[in-house]
T-cell receptor, first 111, second 113 residues
Framework: KQEVTQIPAALSVPEGENLVLNCSFTDSAIYNLQWFRQDPGKGLTSLLL?????REQTSGRLNASLDKSSGRSTLYIAASQPGDSATYLC??????????FGAGTQVVVTP | NAGVTQTPKFQVLKTGQSMTLQCAQD?????MSWYRQDPGMGLRLIHY???????DQGEVPNGYNVSRSTTEDFPLRLLSAAPSQTSVYFC????????????FGEGSWLTVV
């Protein structure tokens, strides 16, 4: 059974620092991995999707890497801003055709 | 450009009542699914469907029922609500023809008293 873990559960950084969020998964037989942002009381917004054949994806200040062999993905957010405060979740689409989510990392960026 | 639409957004139920959460998508996606989100537990899959007429159980199916009579709609039925079903519910859709990107509805906040 695929298990997805996100550590740490919470993170607080001062504005301007780079954010590094980790996601690990136990079964490397995945089709893709997706990163989401969730604001309090809101739904999930897709940030980046990395196909299993890709090593990384970039969008603006966001960069996500994928290492299938070690079962890890990292989301980097450069030059963090208070508006980046949210919960970030990763999800893997596995060989059973299902998405498996991590519990998320709650990020607070202080001015 | 509606995407995935869920209704209602908020609902309060009494224990033992039944209700249906509606979900519709206009992207012609084959896959649809229902998740519940509880504090510290991430999203857990309740039921999913890979096409009209085909449904299967996810990780936490007990107390919920689904059907998929059309590609667009995937309602979730709570048969006899219990306080343990107080949660936020998300409907999602995806398609292998769009890279399996998963699209979520806005969520339905359900409280069972």
């Amino acid at each position: 059974k695929q298990e997805v873990t996100q550590i740490p559960a919470a993170l607080s950084v001062p504005e301007g620092e780079n954010l590094v969020l980790n996601c690990s998964f136990t079964d490397s037989a995945i089709y893709n991995l997706q990163w989401f942002r969730q604001d309090p009381g809101k739904g999930l917004t897709s940030l980046l999707l990395i196909q299993s054949s890709q090593r990384e994806q970039t969008s603006g200040r966001l960069n996500a890497s994928l290492d299938k062999s070690s079962g890890r993905s990292t989301l980097y957010i450069a030059a963090s801003q208070p508006g980046d405060s949210a919960t970030y979740l990763c999800a893997v689409y596995d060989s059973w055709g299902k998405f498996q989510f991590g519990a998320g990392t709650q990020v607070v960026v202080t001015p | 450009n509606a995407g995935v639409t869920q209704t209602p957004k908020f609902q309060v139920l009494k224990t033992g009542q039944s209700m249906t959460l509606q979900c519709a998508q206009d992207m012609n996606h084959e896959y649809m699914s229902w998740y519940r989100q509880d504090p510290g537990m991430g999203l857990r899959l309740i039921h999913y469907s890979v096409g009209a007429g085909i449904t299967d159980q996810g990780e936490v199916p007990n107390g919920y029922n689904v059907s998929r009579s059309t590609t667009e709609d995937f309602p979730l039925r709570l048969l006899s609500a219990a306080p343990s079903q107080t949660s936020v519910y998300f409907c999602a859709s995806s398609s292998p023809y769009s890279g399996n990107t998963i699209y979520f509805g806005e969520g339905s906040w359900l409280t069972v008293v």
